[in-house]
């Protein structure tokens, strides 16, 4: 076995304090990230604590019951941070003095109550956070009206799925026109990792003075009432403003608070059995006990012995119009007389910290407003780690102490899943809406968390691989609701990116990650192959693979007597993760030659491929030369095939499978070069249609790619025609031509239609909670660049294309420029202080209260860029920061740069 020595290492890009912090976290000198912002927002409603027979997680834990009980796996709350075990919790409660509850957490609407699905109905903004959570921001905008919980309901379970959703600023909109609401702008800052700093700074923007209770919280996790451990841990007051804490894992800590006039609440962190069995409760002090003595006066709620499992400090401000109030606490191992008298110092210094690791970050990046945009997507991806607990087998069982789970349960829902056992800190789609791990999200998560972390970026990737998430089979967890639901292959893709950004920023090159997830990738590969190759002729199926209601029928489930669906996007994904695979294996085939044969055998496979969905000879092409586009085709069971002419992302996906080998490679790795050129010679059949990886192009490049040149054309021309896919911000997920030709298909009597919806989906089609029918998604949008990207790697200017109606052409390299441009300009402040994210809504467009703090949703309309589906999908759409970072450091690809 040959070794090469690794190359020396350069000096990082940056050397900040927080920078330095993050090395030390990392070495395991200071563990600064042992708390941070894991609370979910939401809990209820979640697969974990459903233990219904039926599976109907939104009935079996509403929102109206989480106030008054317990969490068996997680805990939820506003503005939330504890340890990486949820051991210990603290979050913020409100209230207005005219809402029927204490507002302890995020409202919104349950799957069936929403027109459009699960949606939170509320303002908050993660504006500040740095990796370490050494400093952090949030702001939560609280109505001083009523809230109208009942209201939101009723208005939206009345409005059809062709509407828009019913949000809380029309149910209210006379009271936000007015501004009669309170800022509640939420700080934490670290003295040490262990010392927590938390400042609550509450404004009245209202025109009159108004009311505002603030109740900050610390509580425990429930461990103890579920029959495996009765050991609890205790919260005590041990003066007027302090409480001492005493947990197992985490020993004693002290909790304080600093505020004109507070009074201490005690309760237990356990069901009110009374309200939900019917049974008395063991004490009267239960999970909802502050909320009964704040909002309904009973303060017999409360433990008068001041002490319990939940705790929170009550403070009352009456605010003039424009006046603020802060309260403050700290949570500390250990507490001197005086805990507040360095507290501003520490506040200030880590701000500065914080301002310094961001200035070092986007020293590039020239716009103050796209300084912004990026720092708020940054915040929104570190504020959405979450602590994630759930163990299969646990589950499907039941627990000890609780009543028996019905037997059909425990075959249903995940039940082959048996050896998931999850206790983690992940990076989420949305706390609120997708507060659980959606893998092929995860993946899209990972590329903008490289750039300010890279160590957690890898540490999330490695994670879903480990043996207590991989079923046993190769297969990668998809997400609660279902763990064998088939997502799109793209972890491969993360890592390999994830370790060229890692190297740039850290001038180290980590081999050791790479070889550690190639094995795992190995693994899921062969499933792929074994599993969604029903013909085993390289042709892919796969499901709905993400793209939720693109096709005419829903392709999560069996087609039944019509065959099967082979499917364009999933052999365009198995193509991609092919050369993904080949790149690794070529990487460390630098410093371990043990791995060319490994890379051979990647290369071959995909040239297999390639000839699988190109050739239409075989019966197995998914091209069409007619119309010049890929399509899926169903095929029968008599062998015939049918093409389904939908021009959606479907055809673009075959474009994600491009790599270019560079000339030096295949000098160092003469094994390879020799097999290479041997298949060349052997096998001219499959090769021919792929010239590109004979003959050398733009610096002697190599060029591996399911599609050709001409084709490529072919479907640009296509993908840059603003009648079709392309947007003013991004290319749609569906043809915009369909609008005036929608696609129709007979199946099981009835006739199925395909038509262009640039907004919410109008169906049901896969839950119609998102819609793939014409809105643009960043993570697709985003492979697109990459991959227009490589193509000007090999093509340089012999490929060029026109983008738009400007009636110019610019190479690959400048396209991809224009379309990071669109995507970025759906957050970026245009003429009169508007943002295209914001859409048409008046009171929002223009102010600066709002426009300052932007929101980063899911998807967006195909033709006005309006935010859609979840509000604070910072995950995926946080691909707007290495948007960002990029064009700011290659000016010369933007549309400026086309001729």
């Known amino acids: 076995m040959t070794q090469t020595t690794l190359p020396a290492d350069s000096p990082p890009l940056h050397d900040t304090v927080e920078h330095r912090r993050l090395r030390d976290s990392k070495q395991r000198k200071?563990?600064?990230?042992?708390?941070?912002?894991?609370?979910?927002?939401?809990?209820?409603?979640?697969?974990?604590?459903?233990?219904?027979?039926?599976?109907e997680a939104w009935d079996y834990f509403r929102h109206d019951h989480a106030r008054s009980r317990a969490?068996?796996?997680?805990?939820?709350?506003?503005?939330?941070?504890?340890?990486?075990?949820?051991?210990?919790?603290?979050?913020?409660?409100?209230?207005?003095?005219?809402?029927?509850?204490?507002?302890?957490?995020?409202?919104?609407?349950?799957?069936?109550?929403?027109?459009?699905?699960?949606?939170?109905?509320?303002?908050?903004?993660?504006?500040?956070?740095?990796?370490?959570?050494?400093?952090?921001?949030m702001l939560y905008r609280y109505p001083q009206a009523a809230y109208p919980y009942a209201?939101?309901?009723?208005?939206?379970?009345?409005?059809?799925?062709?509407?828009?959703?019913?949000?809380?600023?029309?149910?209210?909109?006379?009271?936000?026109?007015?501004?009669?609401?309170?800022d509640v702008v939420v700080e934490y800052a670290k003295a040490t990792p262990e010392d927590l700093l938390c400042r609550i700074t509450v404004t009245n923007h209202g025109p009159e003075a108004a009311p505002i209770h603030v109740l900050p919280h610390i509580w425990f996790r429930n461990t103890w009432s579920w029959g495996y451990d009765a050991a609890r841990p205790m919260l005590k007051a041990s003066g007027d403003r302090r409480i001492e804490v005493k947990e197992r894992h985490l020993g004693k800590r002290h909790w304080a608070v600093d505020a004109s006039s507070v009074e201490l609440m005690f309760t237990e962190n356990e069901t009110n059995r009374r309200i939900h069995a019917g049974d008395p409760n063991a004490s009267p002090y239960s999970k909802d006990s502050i909320h009964a003595a704040v909002v309904e006066g009973d303060r017999d709620r409360l433990n008068p012995a001041r002490r319990g499992t939940k705790a929170a400090a009550?403070?009352?401000?009456?605010?003039?119009?424009?006046?603020?109030?802060v309260m403050r606490t700290r949570f500390s191992p250990s507490m001197g007389e005086a805990p507040f008298a360095d507290f501003d110092k520490v506040f200030s210094r880590r701000q500065g910290e914080a301002d310094d690791f961001y200035d070092a970050i986007q020293g590039p990046v020239a716009s103050e407003d796209d300084r912004r945009v990026q720092r708020q997507a940054y915040a929104g991806l570190l504020w959405t780690k979450q602590f994630y607990h759930f163990s299969t087998d646990l589950w499907l069982a039941g627990d000890p102490s609780q009543p028996p789970v019905a037997e059909e349960r425990k075959k249903g829902r995940n039940s082959d899943w048996p050896h998931a056992y999850h206790l983690d800190v992940i990076s989420m789609p949305d706390k609120w809406e997708y507060p659980w791990f959606a893998a092929w999200d995860l993946a899209f998560h990972t590329l903008p968390l490289a750039q300010i972390d890279p160590e957690w970026a890898k540490r999330q990737l490695v994670l879903l691989l480990r043996e207590w998430y991989m079923h046993p089979n190769g297969q990668i967890p998809a997400y609660e609701w279902n763990f064998s639901d088939?997502?799109?292959?793209?972890?491969?893709?993360?890592?390999?990116?994830?370790?060229?950004?890692?190297?740039?920023?850290?001038?180290?090159?980590?081999?050791?990650?790479?070889?550690?997830?190639?094995?795992?990738?190995?693994?899921?590969?062969?499933?792929?192959?074994?599993?969604?190759?029903?013909?085993?002729?390289?042709?892919?199926?796969?499901?709905?693979?993400?793209?939720?209601?693109?096709?005419?029928?829903?392709?999560?489930?069996?087609?039944?007597?019509?065959?099967?669906?082979?499917?364009?996007?999933?052999?365009g994904w198995m193509g991609m993760y092919?050369?993904?695979?080949?790149?690794?294996?070529?990487?460390?085939?630098?410093?371990?030659?043990?791995?060319?044969?490994?890379?051979?055998?990647?290369?071959?496979?995909?040239?297999?491929?390639?000839?699988?969905?190109?050739?239409?000879?075989?019966?197995?092409?998914?091209?069409?030369?007619?119309?010049?586009?890929?399509?899926?085709?169903?095929?029968?069971?008599?062998?015939?095939?049918?093409?389904?002419?939908?021009?959606s992302f479907v055809g673009l996906i075959p474009l994600f499978a491009v790599e270019t080998i560079e000339p030096d490679l295949l000098e160092r790795l003469p094994d390879f070069r020799r097999r290479m050129e041997w298949f060349i010679r052997y096998r001219p059949e499959v090769v021919?249609?792929?010239?590109?990886?004979?003959?050398?192009?733009?610096?002697?490049?190599?060029?591996?790619?399911?599609?050709?040149?001409?084709?490529?054309?072919?479907?640009?021309?296509?993908?840059?025609?603003?009648?079709?896919?392309?947007?003013?911000?991004?290319?749609?997920?569906?043809?915009?031509?369909?609008?005036?030709?929608?696609?129709?298909?007979?199946?099981?009597?009835?006739?199925?239609?395909v038509g262009y919806e640039p907004a919410e989906s109008g169906s049901y089609l896969f839950g119609g909670n998102s819609n793939w029918r014409g809105p643009v998604w960043f993570p697709t949008n985003y492979l697109m660049i990459e991959s227009l990207q490589k193509f000007h790697h090999y093509y340089g200017d012999a490929v060029r294309v026109k983008v738009g109606d400007t009636g110019a052409t610019c190479n690959l390299e400048q396209a991809a420029g224009d379309l990071s441009e669109r995507l970025i300009d759906l957050f970026r402040t245009k003429e009169g202080g508007r943002r295209p994210v914001l859409g048409d809504e008046s009171l929002m467009q223009g102010d600066p209260d709002w426009t300052d703090h932007v929101p980063f949703y899911e998807y967006f309309h195909g033709d006005t860029g309006k935010g859609l589906g979840a509000s604070h999908q910072t995950g995926w759409t946080a691909l707007v920061a290495k948007l960002i970072q990029q064009t700011s450091e290659h000016p010369e690809s933007h549309r400026r740069g086309q001729k």
């Open 486 to 571: 088939v997502n799109p292959p793209v972890h491969a893709w993360a890592c390999w990116r994830v370790y060229k950004i890692a190297r740039k920023v850290t001038g180290r090159t980590d081999t050791a990650f790479l070889e550690e997830v190639f094995h795992k990738l190995l693994l899921n590969f062969t499933w792929w192959v074994n599993r969604k190759d029903s013909s085993g002729q390289n042709v892919f199926q796969g499901g709905f693979l993400g793209l939720d209601n693109i096709g005419v029928f829903d392709r999560s489930k069996p087609i039944g007597h019509l065959g099967v669906l082979e499917q364009a996007d999933g052999t």
């Open 688 to 753: 021919d249609a792929l010239p590109s990886i004979v003959a050398p192009g733009n610096g002697n490049r190599r060029l591996l790619s399911l599609v050709n040149k001409s084709r490529l054309e072919r479907v640009l021309g296509r993908m840059f025609d603003p009648n079709q896919f392309l947007s003013p911000y991004g290319l749609r997920s569906l043809s915009k031509e369909h609008e005036q030709h929608p696609f129709r298909f007979e199946y099981d009597g009835e006739e199925q239609q």
């Open 314 to 325: 009550h403070c009352r401000f009456e605010l003039a119009p424009g006046e603020s109030q």
């Open 71 to 137: 969490y068996r796996w997680n805990e939820d709350g506003l503005a939330g941070v504890c340890n990486r075990y949820q051991n210990a919790a603290m979050a913020l409660a409100v209230w207005n003095e005219k809402d029927e509850i204490l507002k302890e957490r995020l409202f919104g609407l349950s799957g069936p109550e929403g027109n459009h699905g699960e949606d939170v109905k509320e303002y908050y903004y993660y504006l500040d956070s740095t990796p370490s959570h050494s400093y952090m921001r």
């Open 30 to 55: 200071a563990d600064w990230k042992h708390w941070g912002p894991y609370v979910a927002d939401r809990a209820w409603g979640t697969v974990r604590e459903d233990y219904s027979p039926d599976g």
């Open 151 to 182: 209201e939101l309901v009723d208005a939206s379970r009345g409005r059809s799925k062709l509407k828009p959703e019913h949000e809380l600023i029309d149910q209210l909109r006379d009271c936000f026109a007015e501004k009669r609401y309170f």
């Open 578 to 647: 092919c050369l993904n695979m080949l790149a690794i294996a070529l990487e460390l085939a630098r410093y371990n030659r043990a791995y060319e044969p490994i890379a051979t055998k990647f290369l071959e496979h995909f040239v297999y491929i390639a000839d699988a969905i190109n050739n239409e000879l075989s019966g197995t092409g998914l091209w069409s030369e007619t119309d010049g586009f890929y399509y899926d085709a169903l095929r029968y069971p008599d062998g015939d095939s049918h093409r389904l002419r939908i021009k």
